[in-house]
């Protein structure tokens, strides 16, 4: 679906889908961002990374409305399901909120174990992991726009060849991944 969404909405420009997504954090999810990050005094782990709370959030949002096709039907591998525009538009709202929720929780983990290692240049360390926190947030976006390309490259189409071990022949399939 981010594939689908910076080659129709970005003109297959990844950098413009970061410029977007950080446009969104600034914008629609400012208020969103300390939320993000405080996990209940139950899930708490030595470096406050709330798994099993992120954990249960995707699992809801998957049985509400990942594995529902566009009739709201179940989907099962078993049988034909429809995900047309429909399911893009509103998947992929959930999707990049929750790209965005990763790299935010993923800079905070990060801002939370770097002080506790240093503890003794606490006020440097202020400005220092916001300045973390967006940097991670950055890196954590781009690593995920750079595998999707890697994916799209990979989606080409390649040929294989297969030997048998038993007639010891060799045959070319072409198998689009």
């Known amino acids: 679906m981010i594939e689908y969404k910076i080659k129709q909405d970005f003109h297959s420009q990844p950098p413009l889908y970061l410029d977007y997504l950080l446009n969104l954090l600034k914008t629609t999810y400012a208020q969103n961002v300390s939320d993000w990050t405080q996990c209940p005094s139950s899930d708490e782990s030595r470096y406050l990374a709330c798994s099993t709370s992120w954990i249960q959030e995707d699992a809801k949002l998957d ?33 990049e909120q929750r790209l965005l929720q990763a790299g935010v929780r993923l800079a905070a983990v990060i801002n939370k174990i770097v002080p506790s290692i240093t503890s003794s240049k606490e006020k440097k360390h202020e400005k220092t992991c916001s300045e973390t926190m967006l940097f991670m947030m950055v890196l954590s976006i781009q690593s995920t726009l750079i595998l999707i390309l890697l994916i799209i490259l990979l989606r080409r189409k390649t040929t294989i060849v297969i030997q048998s071990p038993i007639i010891g022949e060799k045959n070319e399939h072409e198998i689009i991944i």
């Open 63 to 95: 049985c509400e409305f990942v594995y529902l096709d566009d009739d709201g039907q179940r989907m099962s591998p078993s049988k034909a399901f429809n995900l047309g525009q429909t399911y893009y538009n509103t998947r992929m709202v959930i999707l």
